[in-house]
């Protein structure tokens, strides 16, 4: 390979090698560098053995740096925090004005923003772009979240276009907005795909522990669901689970995966927005919740043991469930679960792009999550025309569509929690998808009682429902008069 690279990638762990030979395949003479030399050399072999792809492979940063194009442009895929600011470090020393960083790891948003103002004061352009899709994504076509200058982005923009998973109406990438708004919308993105696990875990659940479905039941059950409105990702691959033999006992292997979930932060960092910005999310919360609670692995484990003594079995049996029945009942329950949890993910991204003024586009974001990630689903295009009908949206419940879909599934939404709830299984997503859609669609909530209480203790004041203008009252004393008041009654009856 002649003549100098087209980009530049930093970090070749199996998702940076992946995406450094997607960009090869593509056409884009790329040059690679990574701390450990035999991940360089790792790489260049894997690009030869795959079609002789464009890679050259460097063993120091300024080498690295000066075999790629000018302006040059390089992605860094390292762990997130320090070893980016690190990597950043090093880079810089030859780097020069107008050339481009692109940071391609989970990163907080503001640690974006910070490190764009130091570039900029260098005269570098930067970018914080989110990838999805996990290694077969990076390698095939992943779904791209770039943010930062408009500038920037052009440098990318026909890489990206040409190896971001492509659908129907174009590319899985768009130009999401400026400062950290790319890595922001990742976050979010990871956040419902908590939210989306955790109901289909409890999906599971529900139809293997009251249901008694098999393993190979369950995998029909998946591979028909992924056949319609429930198409996904995440529901093709639920099913490829079920298949797989346990290679070391008799079985299949997801028995005997240790009921203990692990995390990277991202569905934190979704929450804490969430109640920063006052958006409710309790699905997404609900999700991190139960991580929380399955890595109590060996606490549940002895609480097990102590409710049974004091008489609780672990789940009651149902007698004579009718099996089809139970398994539309929760695939329109999931479905009707799933939309929630998306609704307040795209809550709180356009909670966020108010704030920040980033003017987020939620129809073009739903468009470029159709293919390459990790949620992608069936019905992400109809989100985006949701949007596309109405930008101003207030939530995607009340889209006429979706709030059709929402009502005809509402009564085996109620039947599966209640029959969960019945028996002992725990189904806190969909429970609290539940009472988020029952709470948002009533105009008129017990939260009267709960101002009063804070009025009664706090002084904080409430507003009428008759008369504009915030009004306290001294409850304490009136209450108590009044109390007096009819004890003297009583009293003078007697």
Known sequence: MDGPSRIGLVG?????????????????????????????????????????????????????????????????????GSPVDQTIETLSQYLEKGD???????????????????????????????????????????????????????????????????VSDGPCVTYVGQGGAGNFVKMVHNGIEYGDMELIAEAYDVLKSVGGLTNQELQETFAEWNKGELESFLIEITADIFLVKDDKDDGELVDKVLDKTG????????????????????????????????????????????????????????????????IDNVRKALYASKICSYAQGMNLIRAKSIEKGWNLDLGELARIWKGGCIIRAKFLDRIKQAYHRNPKLSSLLIDPEFATEMVERQGAWRKVVTLAIEVGVSTPGMSASLAYFDTYRRGRLPANLVQAQRDYFGAHTYERTDIPGSFHTEWFKIAKKQINSSEGSVRASM
């Open 12 to 80: 070749l762990a199996v998702m940076g090698q992946n995406l450094a030979l997607n960009i090869a395949e593509k056409g884009f003479p790329i040059s690679v560098y990574n701390r450990s030399a035999n991940k360089v050399e790792e790489t260049v072999e894997r690009a030869k053995l795959e079609g002789n792809l464009p890679v050259k492979g460097y063993y120091h940063p300024k080498e690295f740096v000066l075999s790629i194009q000018k302006p040059r442009c390089i992605i860094i895929l390292v762990k997130a």
């Open 100 to 166: 481009c960083i692109i940071d391609g790891g989970n990163e907080w948003y503001e640690n974006t923003e910070r490190r764009a103002a130091a570039a900029k004061t260098k005269g570098l352009l930067y970018l914080g772009m989110g990838v999805s899709g996990g290694e077969e994504g990076a390698r095939n076509g992943p779904s791209l979240m770039p943010g930062g200058t408009l500038e920037a982005y052009k440098y990318i923009e026909d890489i990206v276009k040409k190896i971001a998973a492509q």
């Open 263 to 326: 995390m990277k932060g991202t569905g934190k960092w979704t929450v804490q927005q969430a109640a920063e910005l006052s958006i409710a999310a309790p699905t997404i919360a609900t999700s991190l919740d139960m991580r929380y609670l399955s890595g109590l692995k060996e606490e549940r484990v002895e609480a097990a043991k102590v409710f049974k003594e004091a008489g609780i079995t672990d789940i009651l049996t149902v007698k004579n469930i009718n099996k089809k029945e139970l």
